[in-house]
């Protein structure tokens, strides 16, 4: 099951010609504050995890906790790293998978590291559904003794969403200066932006990075750069554009349709609030930050890399 988005208000490649081509297939994820299972696509809920495999780790010597006051070091010992995505091949069948495998694992250090681009330190697993569920699964996986409550996610449901966006910060080097001022009119004549209509900042698998600041894109060692992954980021949609239909109340009901009495139209507000509440896995992420996680499909033993920015 997938959301029902808004078309857009524009086709963006024949208002803009110069992004013919740019276009990228995106699976925005939607989370939702729930209670995911073990087998099921989720952030921050429980994992597939075979139990006779060790949960992980950190040991970095520098990992701290910038929320103590002095800020100080964490540790010695290891620190339990928490669960930050499962992903399954039914679900978003556009991961790059490697053979063998149809299930995706993403972890994280709950502490901040100055090493690796700041932040957490990610680490990815590739599975197969089936052989860790033929076995015994880990039923109480460790928690961590310390951690930044910024980076760790609550449970949440999915429902990933195929959706085609064009580049942010991503434009080819002169083009969104140039293409500056057709921005402008376009807003200005339509009412939309580019950039509500056709760039998404949001949890999500493949196309374009959420960007917050300049793109740093990775590099692996076979000399190619690196493909995005996922993108987890502290900001989700809560209208606009890439909020579902299907998640709209009566508020946003078309002219003619029923109006609500006062009694209705406060439960209504009561029960949006609760639903606005909802929406993304409640990561502040330092200051509503993300963190961007990049593989090489093309080597063998798919290597990742990551990147945070706030």
Not at 13 to 36: N, S
Not at 86 to 97: G, I, S, Y
Not at 109 to 125: F, K, Q, S
Not at 159 to 170: F, G, H, I, S, V
């Amino acid at each position: 099951m997938t959301h029902r988005l808004p078309a857009a208000p524009f086709d963006v490649e024949a208002l803009i010609p110069e992004l013919a081509g740019l276009g990228r297939y995106t699976t925005l994820l939607y989370p939702r504050q729930g209670d995911p299972g073990i087998r099921e696509s989720s952030l921050g809920g429980p994992l597939l995890w075979p139990a006779d495999e060790p949960w992980p780790l950190c040991d970095a010597p520098g990992h701290w906790q910038p929320l103590r006051t002095p800020t100080e070091v964490v540790g010695p010992e290891p620190v339990a790293m928490v669960p930050v995505a499962q992903l399954f091949a039914r679900d978003v069948p556009e991961l790059p998978f490697p053979a063998g495998t149809d299930v995706l694992h993403v972890l994280w250090c709950p502490l901040m590291h100055d090493d690796g681009g700041g932040a957490v330190l990610p680490r990815v697993y590739w599975r197969d559904e089936q052989a860790v569920a033929a076995g015994r699964v880990l039923a109480d996986p460790p928690v961590p003794y310390a951690y930044d409550e910024e980076f760790v996610p609550r449970p949440c449901t999915v429902t990933p969403t195929r959706a085609l966006e064009y580049p942010n910060a991503d434009l080819p080097e002169g083009l969104g200066r140039s293409l500056g001022p057709r921005f402008d009119e376009i807003e200005e004549t339509l009412g939309f932006s580019y950039f509500e209509t056709a760039v998404t900042v949001q949890s999500k698998v493949g196309g374009y990075p959420a960007w917050l600041q300049f793109p740093q894109w990775p590099e692996c060692r076979c000399g190619r750069r690196m493909d995005h992954l996922l993108s987890v980021t502290a900001t989700e949609p809560h209208e606009g554009r890439w909020f579902p239909l299907d998640e709209r109340t009566q508020d946003d009901a078309a002219p003619g349709e029923r109006t609500t009495t006062t009694t209705e139209a406060q439960s209504e507000s009561e029960s949006e609030d609760a639903d606005d509440d909802a929406i993304g896995h409640g990561m502040d992420m330092g200051d509503l930050g993300g963190l961007y996680l990049f593989v090489c499909p093309r080597c063998p033993d798919t290597p990742y890399a990551h990147h945070y920015d706030c």
